[in-house]
């Protein structure tokens, strides 16, 4: 139903800055909410932004201020602008997305991007 892909993902150092985004296919109309997800090695998967097709915004308080999402529900596009990153920012990240059909939530995942920062 929906199909979502990563890029952006790289090798970058300590205080940098970085760029992901997420193209999404398949019934773009259907999406609700979409989210960035990260997972580093030895945790569990953790929320770090999300935005409603209307574009409010919530951050994780480790990446408030440093990380900005935004979304293009025209295109199916959702972009993640980490600014300042350290290396606690490494990790896999996951792009989400909730859709909606008849009044049932299921929520897709990408693949995931490997975002790693170096001292």
């Known amino acids: 139903q929906v199909q979502l892909v990563e890029f952006g993902g790289g090798l970058v150092q300590a205080g940098e800055s970085l760029t992901l985004s997420c193209t999404a296919s398949?019934?773009?109309?259907?999406?609700?909410?979409m989210s960035w997800y990260r997972q580093a090695p030895g945790k569990q998967r953790e929320l770090v932004a999300s935005?409603?097709?209307?574009?409010?915004?919530n951050y994780s308080d480790s990446v408030n201020g440093r990380f900005t999402i935004s979304r293009d529900n025209a295109k199916g596009t959702m972009n993640l602008r980490m600014n300042s990153l350290t290396t606690e920012d490494t990790a896999v990240y996951y792009c989400s997305a909730e859709v909606e059909r008849y009044l049932i939530k299921n929520d897709y995942w990408g693949q995931g991007t490997h975002v790693t920062v170096s001292s």
């Open positions: 398949g019934t773009i109309s259907s999406i609700k909410a």
């Open positions: 935005i409603t097709r209307g574009g409010s915004v």
